[in-house]
């Protein structure tokens, strides 16, 4: 397993912009398939976005448009860019990693996970 270290939450106006950070440890990462799920208070936690290891990506309803997932293999890291946030966007938002894994949209396909962001979008 990886261990993982989100960042770039916090609190942004509706309509405004967020890039979240995943960092990874360890070695191999471009053999990872990455993942962005989010969890709000009461509700379960829901696929974001993700970006296989092989460069897919893939994004959920809300997600397509406005939010963009990368990864840079040289820096071990994942982004999740997010434009035009909304208040329904308001969530922890976590990271997650799994070797090798296609279609990597389910949060049981993913093994290690980060501890999560806050992100908090005002209307």
């Known amino acids: 397993q990886v261990q993982l270290v989100e960042s770039g939450g916090g609190l942004v106006q509706a309509g405004g912009s967020l890039r979240l950070s995943c960092a990874a440890s360890?070695?191999?990462?471009?053999?990872?398939?990455m993942g962005w799920f989010r969890q709000a208070p009461g509700k379960e936690r829901e696929f974001v976005a993700a970006i296989s290891w092989h460069d897919k990506t893939y994004y959920s309803d809300s997600a397509k448009g406005r939010f963009t997932v990368s990864r840079d293999n040289a820096q071990n890291t994942v982004y999740l860019r997010m434009n035009s946030l909304k208040p329904e966007d308001t969530a922890v938002y976590f990271c997650?990693?799994?070797?090798?894994?296609?279609?990597?949209?389910?949060?049981?396909?993913?093994?290690?996970w980060g501890q999560g962001t806050q992100v908090t979008v005002s209307s």
């Open positions: 997650a990693a799994e070797r090798y894994i296609n279609v990597p949209t389910t949060t049981t396909r993913f093994n290690s």
């Open positions: 360890g070695r191999a990462f471009s053999s990872y398939s």
